[in-house]
């Protein structure tokens, strides 16, 4: 008898520190990019008036003029784990960003990108969440010694998301072109980081990393798994064309829709396994000035509830990948590039109950925000305001 219980306790415990997740159900990975902080040059374009309608629910100051925009407070960030996992959430695929430098100076601006994930981590409440990574560019991994000692203590967590068979699961966006992806330079970079994390991976946690490269274009996602052995591929998101100068850019959202289907079906035609990618919207005219964008780019009006749910439950059917079926939503806050779930103080939680409707979970999401409520929305909120 004592065996058994011996037994059965070392079995809990190692269901409750491995992170891994049942092979038959679909995970539901959400995008983060946390730009918002008060002396982020990204988020002031949101202060704005006139993009009072990305405000998120957290930022009632900002509306009424006493303070700017601030995601690092712990309670913030229990709330938006709360909401997500009500909904049907199961983690956030949060950025990796270099605190300090290679010779130790420390880094301001990236160490507040990452509030929200130091966050997430010391949580006791995480709300069932899990947590994965996202690392940028071919080689900044390789390049950056602060990245690899942060990744050292992430992926160590209980809470880091596995695979079915405890494989910790870590996205790698390719920034790179198609040409620079297939050239042998970039190739070697690619090779190796992917090594490099592997062997980090190894060493650290006894367990080989399920590696998911993010491509821009589906058959450079499948090269990168047939030829340089990446275990699956995705796409953080899918950006649009251009436009004429003379041409209005606005698009419904159904053509966000028939873009990310598109390339589900680019992907499905190479035979590849591949988590799909769901994308909730594109449309940076907020930082449409800034250096480098395109100034008449197509975007997409924001969708409504019930433009959510069909496209996830569609994208749930595309989720085939044997130890680690799962999408990835674009995205949690990317208020500025128009990809956003988390809710906001003009459009509340709509956006999430049409996730909630295609995971079943309309009940523990109303029932969460009961006991939670997001603020009522500001005078500014007209039918004018932007999306």
């Not at 390719?174 to 620079?180: P, Q, T």
């Not at 590039?337 to 309309?362: N, Y």
Request: neutral net charge.
């Amino acid at each position: 008898m004592n065996l058994t219980r011996t037994a059965a306790a070392l079995l809990m415990l190692a269901s409750s520190t491995c992170g891994c997740y049942a092979a038959d159900h679909v995970q539901i990975g959400v995008i983060r990019w946390d730009a918002w902080f008060p002396d982020s040059p990204w988020a002031t374009h949101i202060h704005d008036k006139r993009w009072v309608g990305r405000v998120p629910f957290y930022g009632a100051h900002v509306v009424d003029g006493t303070k700017k925009i601030d995601a690092s407070a712990v309670d913030t960030t229990e709330a938006e784990l709360a909401y997500a996992a009500a909904a049907g959430v199961d983690y956030f695929a949060f950025g990796l960003y270099a605190k300090d430098s290679n010779d130790g100076r420390p880094n301001n601006i990236m160490a507040q990108f990452s509030r929200p994930l130091d966050n997430f981590v010391a949580l006791k409440n995480k709300h069932g969440m899990r947590f994965s990574l996202v690392m940028a560019g071919a080689k900044s991994y390789t390049e950056n010694e602060s990245i690899r000692r942060q990744f050292a203590t992430y992926v160590r967590q209980g809470s880091f998301a596995r695979t079915s068979d405890g494989r910790p699961v870590v996205f790698l966006l390719m920034l790179e072109s198609s040409n620079a992806i297939r050239d042998p330079a970039g190739e070697r970079n690619i090779i190796a980081t992917r090594d490099a994390v592997t062997q980090d991976a190894a060493r650290l946690v006894g367990k080989q990393p399920f590696l998911v490269a993010l491509a821009f274009d589906a058959n450079d996602g499948a090269h990168l798994v047939k030829d340089l052995k990446f275990d699956s591929f995705g796409s953080y998101g899918n950006p649009l064309g251009n436009v004429e100068a003379t041409s209005d850019g606005y698009r419904p959202f159904t053509h966000c829709v028939n873009s990310t289907k598109y390339y589900w079906s680019v992907a499905n035609k190479t035979g590849v396994p591949y988590i799909p990618p769901v994308s909730l919207g594109w449309d940076y005219r907020p930082v449409i000035d800034d250096k480098g964008r395109n100034k008449h780019p197509e975007w997409c009006a924001q969708p409504q509830g019930n433009d959510v749910a069909p496209l996830i439950t569609a994208a749930l059917g595309n989720a085939r990948v044997p130890t680690f079926r799962s999408i990835l939503i674009y995205a949690w806050n990317e208020f500025l590039e128009g990809g956003f779930l988390a809710p906001t103080l003009c459009g509340g939680a709509s956006k999430l109950a049409g996730l909630a409707a295609a995971t079943g979970r309309e009940r523990n999401l109303a029932t969460e925000l009961a006991a939670r409520p997001i603020p009522p929305p500001p005078s500014s909120c007209t039918a004018s305001a932007q999306p």
